[in-house]
Structures are given as C-alpha cells and as structure tokens.
C-alpha cells in the first residue's frame, strides 16, 4: 500500500463555537490559516487531497483542491464530513484528520497503513496522548455505503459506526503532539508562541 492508494482528508466542516463560531481552519495560526498547517503535513503524505467544509467553501477552494459539503444539513458531526468525502474520492482509502491539529508527524499515513495491514482490519485509528483519537483514520472508500447507512437510521457516534467493523489501533503515544487542537483563541494564542 502505498500514498498513490490515499486520499487525504481535512475535517474542517464544524461549527467551531468555542472560537466563537468562527470557520476554524481558517482563523490564522502563526501568520497562515490553520488549515494550511494541516495541507501542509499532508500534502507529501497522499495522491490527492479533499477539504470537507460547510461554510466559506470559495475560500477553501482557493488552496487548490476539491471542497466537498456534508450532504446531510445542519452541521451533524464529523461522520457527514466524512460520508460525503468517502462518495468523493477516487482511491482506495481515504485518511480523516481534523483541520485543527497543525502538528501531524511526516509518517502518519505509513503508520496507519501498516497497523490496518498487520492487523488485518478494515479501518486504522490513531491512538495517542492516552486514548483513541477518531477523526485520525484510514478508512477503505469502499464503506461507504456502510456509513451512508449508518447516518440514515440515525447514527451520530463515530465509535459505534467504527465498532461495525474491525478497527486496527495505530500507536502514536510517542508523539502527542499529533493531536494537540486549537478549540479556543487562548489555545490557538498558546500554539502560535510555540510555532514561534
């Protein structure tokens, strides 16, 4: 398995209301858009890109790759993002991380690659900084129709729809980083001193 065989995904298609509602991968991180940080890591890592957003999608457009809409309205949580994302791509997997952790290490597809292989699962998620973190996924495009289902008869939680398949867990407790967020300006305040 290869990049050639992934479609990188950023979530960036919630409300964002701990930063006060503003379209979060936009608001600026170290003098870029945060979702720019994101596209950034991934861009080495995959064949191609999509950007998942409900708002600002002209803006989204502009940083040159396809912006694909929840299909479902009113904002229902990262499981539409990726429903709608799934249908879009054109490769075998497609890999689901937010547009809110800059920090993504250079080996994060690898790694998901590998433990989906050596556990021999459909789906591998992220676990790091002591749990599992979801919206860090390789998911086979193919299950979507799995998920469209899911949605349809009401289902919301991103566990649950994981739990109807088998899931490999990657281990990335060595590099917590990978899932530090920006929710609030303070946090967003924090990180860009880091950056420098």
Known sequence: MTAATVTGVVLAGGRATRMGGGDKGLIELAGRPMIEHV??????????LII???RNRQRYAAFGYPVVADDMAGFQGPLAGMC????AADTELALFVPCDSPLLPQDLVTRLV????EQDCDIAVAFGAGRLQPVFALVPTALASSLREYLARGGRK?????????????DFSDVPDTFINVNTP?????????LG
């Open 52 to 54: 998942n957003a409900n």
């Open 186 to 194: 303070d946090e967003r305040d924090h990180l860009a001193a880091r």
């Open 39 to 48: 596209l950034r890591a991934l861009t080495p890592q995959v064949s191609a």
């Open 84 to 87: 709608a994302a799934l249908a």
């Open 114 to 117: 590998r433990a989906r292989a």
């Open 158 to 170: 991103i566990d649950r729809w994981y739990g109807e398949h088998r899931c490999a867990h990657a």
